[in-house]
């Protein structure tokens, strides 16, 4: 097995001062080794890494890692800034910065050592030693375990000056067996950590928890679903533990062996850098006797509509857009199924087959009116579903299943009283708040039992039905009024504007939160569709095709200016774009951020305001080229669409064009200057 780090593989005095500089700088170190097969395909999954969760820790590291096709073997570079490199991290940049590569089929030994080194990055001698090495070939000793990082660190600075270079002397942490031996059961905690990689950040979060654990007398067990190896925790071991800690930025595997345990569920960051909170936190809503439903399938409370971590610790901004975004994905297959129900009525029996009587009283087999009805009819019945859904899951994802009936009660009081979408958001925020206050209070033991199930449903539908009822409902159905007429009523520039801003959100992050965001407002005027709200459909499902149309095209007329990779994305992404996939676009602007990202935002924001300039309606929550027959304006909706894409393939195009063309000239001037010095020195 070829060694993972050698004397090449280390720059200590890396002059690099972007996160992209470094991981370009060590990575061409690696295409020198004959470790990575392609330099710009390579940095483009680094970057699509990264674009995923900042690679930045605490106490000056930086970590830039994936997996790639473009990798021959496992290898780690490793460089050393005096001048430091902002990788994300809380507490500042960082002055060592490893960078990890792992084949896309990477063996497990390999692995197996890359999660060593990640725990080891966790202990304070090392990193200190890391600082202090003069010779790379020590240094890259040092790093694959086999040089003591004691003696470096006395040999290179003695012992007063080691201390410092590990940030000051660090409290020891006591082993478990020199712990006083009271007699008494330790608080006991099962965890779980994993990351996307499943490489670096899954392994220092397990030995964080674990080292906080021994620190504070608890016992912690951690599971890591990493790419070394997943093994299950012992069930005994789970059926024992007190608490939980998922500290993870994927799916945890197998949830429902957690359930029934008080849950903190945060990013796996949050493992790494503040254990001893997270620890505190768990043994507090164990005392509380909080208790956290897990769905078998992996569905947890507070998995956020793209399957994201949990939202505990984060700032209250992620948190609520946590939790919105949990009701919306609830909601989605109801608007999809009604309202495509609804738009197929339409198309079959013309606007009016509203006004049909109940198919359950009048119904002719051999009439296509009756068949329009029935779809128009099966329709509306999922979307009187929509608003109770919506608050229901809003405030399951805040406070979990105790808080769904007073969800679901709330929603539907705010279609009672005319207060709709905006009504069910309120709800679900109000039910999940009250729920989360109730469980706060202590209670007896004999008590917990039946408080998820009787005690917090009643108490909480009672206080969420007054405040909707009495309190908030009215204000908030003159506010849903005033919206539909601001709809409604827009025409001219005014729609145009709202065109530009709905589609330059809907471009901006390709299925991110704020594109969630713009689809969200969309599908509430369908609750109840006017004119106005119908535009904002059809502009909203016009400019999230865009992204990977663009990118398609591009890929298609300019193929020097895209990896092979990138070339084989593109034709991809012509199925993405055609059928209102925004995200077939991600790849392009993880790769190039600064050029591709301002670039389809430009083009669904002209996409946007022709929509709207045109009068473009659309009564499905769904765009791609399915929904042509059912739009208003069809031919005016395409082209729309067409100039959008046109516009944001000229902009990347021209963009990467112009870099490439700066990079070309930069390589020239530099080796006109070099053959002047050689000419100088002969």
């Avoid at 800690?245 to 994927?250: E, K, M, S």
């Avoid at 663009?550 to 059928?579: D, P």
Wanted: charged letters at 15%; hydrophobic letters at 50%.
């Amino acid at each position: 097995m070829s060694e993972l780090i050698t004397a090449e593989l280390v720059d200590l005095d890396l002059s690099a001062a972007t996160k992209d500089a470094a991981a370009r700088s060590l990575a061409e170190r690696m295409v020198a080794a004959h470790r990575v097969t392609d330099l710009d395909g390579f940095l483009a999954d680094v970057a699509a890494r990264e674009a995923q969760m900042p690679t930045g820790l605490d106490g000056g590291i930086g970590i830039p890692h994936c997996r790639s096709e473009h990798v021959s073997a496992p290898t780690l570079a490793f460089g050393r800034s005096a001048r430091g490199i902002d990788f994300g991290a809380a507490d500042g940049p960082a002055d060592l910065v490893f960078l990890i590569a792992a084949p896309a089929g990477a063996d497990e030994d390999h692995l197996t050592i890359l999660s060593g080194l990640a725990r080891r990055l966790m202990d304070p001698e090392f990193t200190a030693a890391l600082r202090a090495g003069d010779d790379p070939g020590t240094v890259a000793a040092l790093i694959r375990g086999e040089e003591p990082a004691e003696e470096l660190v006395r040999e290179a600075s003695g012992p007063s000056r080691a201390a410092a270079a590990a940030g000051g002397p660090a409290a020891p942490i006591p082993a478990a067996e020199d712990t006083e031996d009271t007699g008494a059961t330790p608080f006991r905690i099962v965890a779980v950590t994993s990351c996307p990689t499943g490489i670096a950040h899954t392994y220092m979060a397990a030995e964080s928890l674990t080292a906080a654990g021994r620190a504070e007398g608890v016992e912690v067990t951690v599971e890591t679903q990493g790419s070394a190896g997943f093994s299950k925790l012992d069930p005994a071991v789970i059926a024992q533990a007190d608490a939980v800690i998922w500290a993870h930025d994927v799916e945890v595997r197998e949830k429902g062996r957690f359930r029934g345990k008080p849950l903190v569920d945060v990013g796996v960051k949050a493992g790494i850098n503040r254990p001893a909170e997270l620890i505190a936190e768990a043994r507090r809503k164990a005392e509380r006797g909080e208790v956290a439903a897990v769905a078998p399938g992996g569905d947890g409370p507070e998995a956020g509509a793209d399957g994201g971590s949990g939202a505990d610790g984060a700032h209250f901004g992620v948190r609520l857009r946590t939790y919105l975004m949990s009701g919306v994905s609830y909601m989605v297959p109801f608007v999809a199924a009604g309202g495509l129900l609804i738009a197929l009525s339409f198309a079959i029996g013309g606007y009016e087959i509203v006004d049909a009587k109940s198919v359950a009283d009048h119904f002719v087999w051999g009439q296509a009116d009756s068949w329009a009805a029935l779809l128009n009819q099966i329709g509306s019945a999922a979307f009187g579903f929509l608003v109770p859904v919506l608050a229901g899951y809003i405030a399951y994802g805040m406070a979990d299943r105790p808080a769904l009936v007073p969800g679901f009660v709330g929603g539907a009081i705010a279609l009672t009283v005319d207060a709709g979408f905006l009504g069910g958001l309120v709800a679900g925020l109000l039910a999940g708040a009250v729920v989360m206050a109730i469980q706060r209070v202590p209670v007896h033991a004999t008590l917990r039992g039946i408080m998820p199930v009787l005690v917090i449903p009643l108490i909480a539908s009672a206080v969420v039905g007054f405040l909707m009822f009495i309190v908030v409902g009215k204000p908030i159905a003159t506010l849903q009024s005033a919206l539909t007429d601001w709809l409604n009523g827009l025409s001219g520039s005014n729609a145009v504007i709202l065109g530009v801003v709905l589609g330059l959100m809907m471009c901006f992050d390709m299925g991110g939160p704020l594109n969630k965001v713009a689809y969200a407002f969309a599908v509430g005027g369908l609750a109840d569709p006017t004119d106005g709200s119908l535009k904002v459909m059809a502009a909203v499902m016009a400019a999230g095709m865009v992204p990977p149309l663009a990118m398609a095209l591009a890929t298609t007329v300019r193929k020097k200016l895209f990896t092979k990779t990138e070339r084989e994305n593109g034709r991809a992404a012509w199925v993405l774009g055609a059928s209102f996939i925004t995200e077939g676009a991600i790849p392009f602007a993880a790769a190039d951020p600064l050029r591709v990202i301002p670039s389809v935002m430009a083009g669904g924001a002209v996409t946007g305001a022709l929509s709207m300039a045109f009068g473009c309606t659309l009564r499905a929550p769904h765009g791609g080229v399915f929904v042509v027959p059912l739009i208003g304006a069809p031919f005016l909706y395409l082209l729309a669409i067409a100039a959008g894409t046109l516009v944001a393939t000229a902009l990347v195009v021209l963009l990467k064009g112009a870099r490439r063309t700066v990079a070309a000239e930069s390589g020239e001037a530099e080796a006109t200057d070099a053959g002047s010095r050689v000419g100088v020195t002969a």
